[in-house]
């Protein structure tokens, strides 16, 4: 299935978790904050949200900034 | 004790550093140690698992530094919101740079967009401290509705030119019932000094340190020029005047 991931579709296995997601991405989901279709998941629920065809979800983090 | 208070949290520097822009974490450290600010702000983007890098919270000691977000990137109200959310969800406390930036040429903040942020999330509890040009009426909105403090600009975001609306700025002086911080464009310790013998309460700065050759020095000397503003505020400076007026006596001159 195809997700949009930051922007840009991504193919990823059916059913998969957000978190099972981060983790093969090699993102520590203690440094990230991810939105799921336009809401905010609190990393206790990364495991128990699976993705769907079509979803939408942002991966972000903090940078340098002013 | 001259402290700055921002929504009753007491701090002893008046400078708050950015953390863009600099060539490595080693010099971005350098200059918020050197500048000995207490307050750090920082940015929301999408993770790039193409180029991953180490995490920038790492080299930011939470003790020491209290966490600035900002929502630059947004264009809008809704934008702005959602990244404050994000930035809370991140475990940061609820303080937020709000930041509404359409123009990409010369990143002015938007007024209507900033205020409408504003009013939505002082309601949700967060901290707000907006960046806005140097409009002593929305200033007075904004500080209505609640922000803690208000952060007109010096000039355009790393622009290094300093304050160029003293007027304005001196007017939102005058009338804030909350911290006035001047926010960007300020590109010497001496434009920092200005501000702060303005009356100022605090200045925020980071392409100045981040440009620096040395940014821990030029942390050093923002950090002094901050400190020499401010005494001289509150010591009280003389008035401007067009005439001159003789610092020795006028009276027993040789051969009067």
């Given at each position: 299935m195809e997700i949009i991931f930051n922007g840009k579709p991504r193919e990823t296995q059916d059913s998969i978790s957000v978190q099972e997601f981060l983790n093969q991405l090699q993102l520590d989901c203690m440094q990230v904050v991810v939105e799921h279709n336009r809401s905010i998941i609190a990393r206790q629920r990364l495991d128990e949200t699976l993705l769907n065809h079509g979803d939408t979800l942002e991966v972000i983090h903090f940078v340098g900034g002013g | 004790m001259d402290e700055l208070i921002i929504a009753g949290r007491s701090f002893n520097s008046r400078l708050m550093v950015g953390t863009g822009k600099f060539s490595s974490n080693e010099a971005m450290v350098a200059a918020m140690e050197g500048s000995n600010s207490e307050i750090v702000t920082v940015a929301l983007r999408r993770v790039d698992v193409d180029n991953p890098q180490d995490?920038?919270?790492?080299?930011?000691?939470p003790k020491r530094y209290l966490l600035l977000p900002n929502t630059s990137g947004a264009r809008d109200a809704e934008e702005a919101v959602r990244l404050a959310r994000i930035a809370r969800a991140a475990?940061?406390?609820?303080?937020i740079k709000l930041e509404v930036t359409p123009?990409?040429?010369?990143?002015?903040?938007?007024p209507i967009e900033t205020l409408k942020a504003a009013e939505i999330l002082v309601k949700e509890g967060f901290i707000v401290l907006p960046y806005i040009n140097a409009d002593p009426v929305l200033a007075k909105h904004l500080q209505e509705v609640g922000t803690a403090t208000v952060m007109p600009l010096g000039?355009?975001?790393?622009?290094?030119?300093?304050?160029?609306n003293r007027d304005n700025i001196a007017i939102i002086i005058e009338q804030a019932i909350v911290p006035v911080v001047v926010d960007?464009?300020?590109?010497a310790p001496s434009h920092a000094a200005e501000a702060m013998e303005m009356g100022a309460d605090a200045v925020l700065v980071n392409t100045a340190l981040a440009v620096a050759r040395n940014p821990g020095a030029m942390g050093v000397a923002f950090r002094k020029g901050v400190e020499a503003g401010r005494e001289a505020y509150l010591a009280g400076l003389g008035k401007q005047q067009d005439k001159a007026e003789a610092s020795s006596p006028l009276t027993g001159f040789l051969g009067s």
């Open positions: - | 995490s920038l919270l790492q080299h930011i000691d475990g940061c406390e609820p303080w123009d990409p040429y010369y990143l002015l903040p938007d000039s355009p975001i790393g622009t290094n030119k300093g304050v160029r960007a464009g300020l590109g």
